[in-house]
């Protein structure tokens, strides 16, 4: 078994991206896209002809799946960091071949180093469970995601080709994952699936007490099994939301965004772990890092992109997920968090920002090369930079801080 940094685990999926006249959602929401899993395949399929018929020649296609475009981002940052994945990659279909474009799909997953746990379907396979999964991605007008569905295909077979592969060449998914450095799950059609998986996961963070694990649920999770995913959130080092699957968590109550984090720090953190669990929110706006152990939110404050500027942020929460753990895990630069979110942000705008599909990597490879020979020397943040993320990371409590010394001020004259 080979050591491996980063495992990635969740569905593969094929998808088709279309712009959109109909507004699917509030385009100054962006992230109120909805999301919806195990679909059945005709009903995409359907979706994905009658879009094909007024938009033809303006679609495009990835092969997608949350964790999938994280691992793809870490490895165009730092390809020194091995990377393994657990997931089925189908085959593609009659109507992907008539309609799909980049469609060599192996090639495609040919920059995981360690495919031990990657399974791909053969002739053998029932067809309902033959073909890769399929997603049919409505973009708004301003080129954001305004609804998603996803099919089951070879997604399904996950939890059962992982155990014919435990019985016929008597090895164990848990010592595998062990050995990684880090885990990153993002949600699958299933939910009981998914618990499956988590299983696995928490058996090997109790083998290897160095390993970290990230967890990106997705809507549907935090939407309709948020009371299922307690225990699981429990579990896991790291968090990964978007503003609506953030306020999904804190039944979109109207609260000040203080008593927000104060709530969900109550309900999701496991008094009897005193590991550090930190919620990673992505919006266009800014990012937080919210630590729930020592009570302490990290804000950091980053330049809006305009949406004139967006050309399909669709995968660009993954790709900021992506350079956030390659940041945190690559010796190019020291460890300190707000770096990592600064190499996320960058990955996400670098594939916002990408006309096509084929050059989002290129430019998150090109813009983090650029970022680390800009602003680090050695892995050493120079005297200006360090003081810039400081001030970046603590403004709330630096605004906090100096109002108070205001009104001390004040109150002593009146």
Not at 33 to 39: D, F, H, P, S
Not at 132 to 137: E, F, L, N
Not at 281 to 305: A, C, M, P, Q, R
Request: net charge positive; hydrophobic share 35%; charged share 25%.
């Amino acid at each position: 078994m080979k050591y491996v940094d980063v495992i990635g685990i969740g569905a593969i999926n094929y998808d088709y991206m279309f712009p959109c006249k109909k507004v699917f959602n509030n385009d100054s929401n962006p992230d109120n896209g909805e999301e919806n899993i195990g679909v059945p395949n005709e009903i995409v399929e359907e979706e994905i002809s009658e879009l094909l018929s007024t938009g033809k020649k303006y679609y495009s296609t990835q092969v997608g799946g949350s964790s999938l475009l994280a691992l793809k981002a870490i490895h165009a940052i730092d390809k020194s960091l091995s990377l393994g994945f657990v997931g089925v990659c189908g085959q593609a279909s009659e109507f992907d071949k008539r309609h799909g474009k980049n469609l060599n799909l192996k090639s495609e997953l040919s920059f995981i180093n360690n495919q031990e746990w990657l399974f791909y379907t053969g002739e053998s396979t029932p067809i309902e469970n033959r073909y890769i999964g399929k997603a049919s991605v409505k973009l708004n007008k301003s080129n954001t995601r305004g609804g998603i569905d996803i099919s089951l295909g070879a997604n399904d077979l996950i939890i059962d080709l992982i155990h014919k592969k435990e019985q016929d060449e008597k090895v164990e998914l848990t010592d595998f994952l062990s050995q990684a450095r880090w885990i990153h799950i993002s949600s699958l059609s299933r939910f009981e699936q998914f618990e499956k998986i988590m299983e696995y996961v928490i058996k090997a963070k109790s083998k290897n007490p160095f390993l970290r694990v990230s967890l990106d649920p997705g809507d549907q999770y935090t939407k309709h099994k948020k009371l299922y995913l307690q225990k699981y959130l429990k579990e896991v080092d790291y968090v990964f939301l978007n503003k609506k699957e953030y306020n999904n968590l804190i039944l979109n109550e109207d609260l000040p965004e203080n008593e927000k984090r104060i709530k969900i720090s109550t309900y999701f953190n496991d008094p009897e772990n005193v590991k550090t669990k930190i919620f990673v929110i992505k919006s266009k706006s800014k990012h937080e890092l919210i630590d729930f152990i020592n009570g302490t939110s990290y804000v950091f404050y980053h330049k809006s992109l305009p949406f004139y500027k967006i050309n399909n942020d669709t995968g660009a929460g993954d790709c900021f997920a992506g350079g956030f753990i390659a940041g945190l895990l690559s010796e190019k630069l020291i460890s300190q968090q707000p770096a990592p979110i600064s190499l996320g942000v960058l990955a996400a705008k670098a594939r916002m920002t990408s006309i096509t599909n084929s050059s989002i990597y290129e430019n998150i490879e090109k813009k983090s090369t650029e970022f680390l020979l800009k602003r680090y020397k050695n892995g050493e943040m120079n005297r200006k930079q360090w003081l810039k993320l400081f001030f970046q990371s603590h403004i709330d409590f630096l605004i906090g801080f100096v109002t108070s010394l205001i009104i001390a001020y004040i109150l002593k004259f009146i």
